[in-house]
């Protein structure tokens, strides 16, 4: 983000046109239950069924990086809650981050993307990081735009699918209309089927079980708190669609770590306070979506906690997992990480009303799905370097 070819694959995404305002983009066919709002649109980058489609094969597309072995998809499986099950990104080079790859589950409904950048704040913006940014490399094409377009407009694919695309800009294969059809497609990945959703918005008193149902109750619980930070239809405080004037945010310190009386954390880990200055702000990360939560694991914004039971159990009913590295819990944490105690049953009850927030149709949608496998599923081998 600090460097060079990044900076000026930013500009020329603004000299195009793509960091404008936004809009509801009504005229589109969302496919949303009534109970979910539309999300928001850039006023520049109207959806249309073409531009989705277009940007469906460039999520899956290895000709967008270097080495030809590494797609968005890569990190960003479906099958996966669209991550990558990993604790950290790793890109082409071997080379890893110090994040994990976030699921792109309602992704349309986030006013910020990655953990802890805040001025990551639009899909166009944060598609151009994995393809060229340096600090890690991910995809590799820093300086090597025009390899990349080169590929694009000699693949035989593609020149129709940009015409029907972007009939306003004749079909242009640029920069700029890459990223806007790679971030139409994003903002398709619409999750809203789980069987919790059928047990609170369409009425199936069956579609969760009873051991989920006492989940639910202690999830909204004061006793547990976890609803003040992952609550909402999205279950995270970082909200925007077209009912909201203006975009929640929420960042918070939940004490995963705490290197030393002042709560600070490790290097490369201090959070929002890389992006702001603030010591206030040491620690913070965005609240992740809880849905489709079963199958992104491991947890946190580096991966450091394996399962569910365990962020439960050993993270925050003692006050952060941070609290066991010999100096108390962290003090910048949270005023909502207070700690508790939880019996076994407690914790699978828990536990079950976190997969109920499962959508298998979602992750299995054909309209998500690779075009290239013509319907097959990826083998290990074949989602690139591990």
């Known amino acids: 983000m600090r460097v060079r070819n990044l900076a000026r694959a930013l500009l020329a995404a603004a000299l195009g046109g793509l960091l404008l305002g936004a809009t509801s983009a009504p005229s589109y066919d969302w ?3 009534d109970w979910a709002p539309r999300p928001v649109v850039p006023a520049d980058n109207p959806m249309n069924p073409a531009k989705v489609e277009l940007g469906r094969y460039l999520f899956y597309d290895r000709q967008l990086s270097a080495d030809q072995r590494m797609a968005c998809a890569n990190c960003h499986q479906a099958d996966r809650g ?3 099950n990993l604790p950290v990104a790793e890109g082409i080079t071997g080379e890893r981050g110090h994040r994990s790859a976030m699921s792109l589950t309602n992704i349309a409904y986030l006013p910020t993307l990655t953990w802890a950048n805040p001025n990551l704040n639009s899909l166009e913006k944060q598609v151009l990081v994995p393809i060229f940014g340096e600090h890690p490399v991910e995809m590799g094409m820093a300086g090597k735009e025009d390899l990349l377009l080169g590929r694009l407009r000699a693949d035989p694919r593609y020149p129709p699918m940009f015409r029907q695309a972007f009939p306003e800009a004749n079909g242009d294969i ?3 209309t890459v990223v806007k059809a790679i ?3 994003e903002r398709t990945l619409l999750s809203f089927n789980s069987p919790y959703d059928r047990y609170k918005y369409q009425g199936d008193v069956n579609a969760i079980s009873a051991a989920a149902k006492r989940g639910e109750k202690l999830f909204f619980s004061e006793r547990m708190e976890c609803y003040h930070c992952h609550g ?6 970082n909200i925007q669609h077209a009912r909201l004037a203006q975009p929640e945010l929420g960042f918070h310190n939940t004490g995963l770590y705490v290197e030393n009386a002042a709560g600070d954390y490790p290097a490369n880990h201090h959070g929002l306070r890389e992006f702001t200055g603030l010591a206030d702000d040491e620690g913070k990360f965005r609240t992740p979506t809880l ?11 580096d991966g450091a906690i394996s399962t569910l039971e365990a962020v439960i159990t050993q993270h925050y009913a003692r006050k952060g997992r941070g609290s066991r590295q010999g100096h108390g819990a962290n003090p910048l944490r949270s005023p909502f990480i207070e700690g508790f105690t939880l019996n076994r049953q407690e914790v699978a009850d828990l536990v079950a009303f976190m997969q109920s927030l499962t959508d298998e149709s979602f992750v299995n949608n054909p309209k998500f799905a690779n075009p290239f496998l013509d319907g097959r599923k990826l ?4 989602h690139g370097r591990r």
Request: glycine share 10%; aromatic share 16%.
């Open 31 to 33: 496919g949303l239950p």
């Open 82 to 84: 669209f991550t990558d």
């Open 174 to 176: 640029s920069i700029g």
């Open 183 to 185: 971030a139409a497609f």
């Open 232 to 237: 909402g239809f999205n279950f995270t405080d």
């Open 291 to 301: 849905r489709n939560i079963a199958l992104t694991a491991p947890y946190m914004h």
């Open 379 to 382: 083998t290990p081998a074949e």
